[in-house]
């Protein structure tokens, strides 16, 4: 078992509209073993994202449990445990996908996936021609290899965000919606990595709107229902 989620449940507060709320999502309930892909599925607004963030932290909870298990047998509860925990978790267990890139300015795409290799400990020069095999994989012109991502078209961008987020992937990988701009030929080349980051044991929970794509990955899929 990787991720147990029990009774999630969040509502947002708004405190500069006189704390009005608003429900993002409730009563959310599903395992996920190591390997797994689980697919969050249902209408604009059903609280997808929100339980993607939820499940990173960006987000807190309002009630429910989080129940991520490490591979030395401890069980930390995402919902409840303080800050440095959490911090410590993403830096060493549970991995973010976001749909854009965020980045520092003059960086460039080879440094940008490169690094995430480089803090795992992987020399420097290794770390830079695996990543500079990952764009390549993922159709990045080699002449943008050294420009910084802040200047590349959306499609382009992405794939380097998701280059960025599975070339040292850790055990847990949240995607919200990584092969959204993505042409055919390059949804189905990252299909392909995540299918191999599966055979790897990483446990992923993502979002699609690409009926197909979702398909090709899935072994669950999560239906909600607009609250
Ligand atoms: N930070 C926030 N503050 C207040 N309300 C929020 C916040 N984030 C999300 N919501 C609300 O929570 C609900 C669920 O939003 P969410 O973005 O999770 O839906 P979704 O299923 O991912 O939608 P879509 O498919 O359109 O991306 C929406 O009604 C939204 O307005």
Same mark, same amino acid.
């Given at each position: 078992?990787?991720?147990?989620?029990?009774?999630?449940?969040?509502?947002?507060?708004?405190?500069?509209?006189?704390?009005?709320?608003?429900?993002?999502f409730n009563?959310?309930?599903?395992?996920?073993?190591?390997?797994?892909?689980?697919?969050l599925?249902?209408?604009?607004?059903?609280?997808?994202?929100?339980?993607?963030?939820?499940?990173?932290?960006?987000?807190?909870?309002?009630?429910?449990?989080?129940?991520y298990?490490? &591979?030395?047998? @401890?069980?930390?509860?995402?919902? #409840?445990?303080?800050?440095?925990? /959490?911090? %410590? !978790?993403?830096?060493?267990?549970v991995?973010?996908?976001?749909?854009?890139?965020?980045?520092?300015?003059?960086?460039?795409?080879?440094?940008?996936?490169s690094?995430?290799l480089?803090?795992?400990?992987?020399?420097q020069?290794?770390?830079?021609?695996?990543?500079?095999?990952?764009?390549?994989?993922?159709?990045?012109?080699?002449?943008?290899?050294?420009?910084?991502?802040?200047?590349?078209?959306?499609?382009?961008?992405?794939?380097?965000?998701?280059?960025?987020?599975?070339?040292?992937?850790?055990?847990?990988?949240?995607? &919200?919606?990584? @092969?959204?701009?993505?042409d055919? #030929?390059?949804?189905i080349?990252? /299909?392909e %990595? !995540?299918?191999?980051?599966?055979?790897?044991?990483?446990?992923?929970?993502?979002?699609?709107?690409?009926?197909?794509a979702?398909?090709?990955?899935?072994?669950?899929?999560?239906?909600?229902?607009?609250?």
């Amino acid at each position: 078992m990787r991720l147990e989620v029990k009774n999630l449940d969040k509502t947002f507060k708004i405190y500069t509209r006189g704390s009005i709320e608003v429900k993002g999502f409730n009563n959310i309930n599903f395992k996920l073993k190591k390997g797994e892909f689980l697919s969050l599925h249902g209408p604009s607004g059903a609280g997808k994202s929100s339980i993607l963030k939820t499940l990173y932290r960006t987000y807190t909870t309002t009630s429910g449990n989080i129940n991520y298990y490490k &591979d030395d047998g @401890t069980v930390i509860d995402i919902a #409840k445990v303080d800050e440095s925990e /959490i911090l %410590k !978790l993403r830096k060493e267990e549970v991995g973010y996908v976001s749909q854009f890139l965020q980045i520092l300015p003059r960086v460039s795409a080879v440094d940008v996936v490169s690094q995430q290799l480089i803090l795992k400990g992987e020399s420097q020069e290794i770390s830079r021609q695996k990543a500079k095999e990952m764009l390549d994989y993922l159709s990045i012109r080699e002449e943008l290899f050294d420009l910084s991502p802040l200047t590349f078209s959306g499609g382009e961008q992405q794939r380097v965000n998701i280059a960025k987020g599975i070339i040292a992937p850790k055990s847990l990988l949240l995607l &919200d919606e990584p @092969t959204a701009s993505l042409d055919k #030929k390059n949804t189905i080349r990252v /299909i392909e %990595k !995540l299918k191999q980051l599966k055979q790897k044991g990483v446990a992923m929970v993502g979002i699609f709107h690409d009926l197909e794509a979702m398909e090709m990955i899935t072994d669950k899929i999560y239906e909600l229902k607009r609250v």
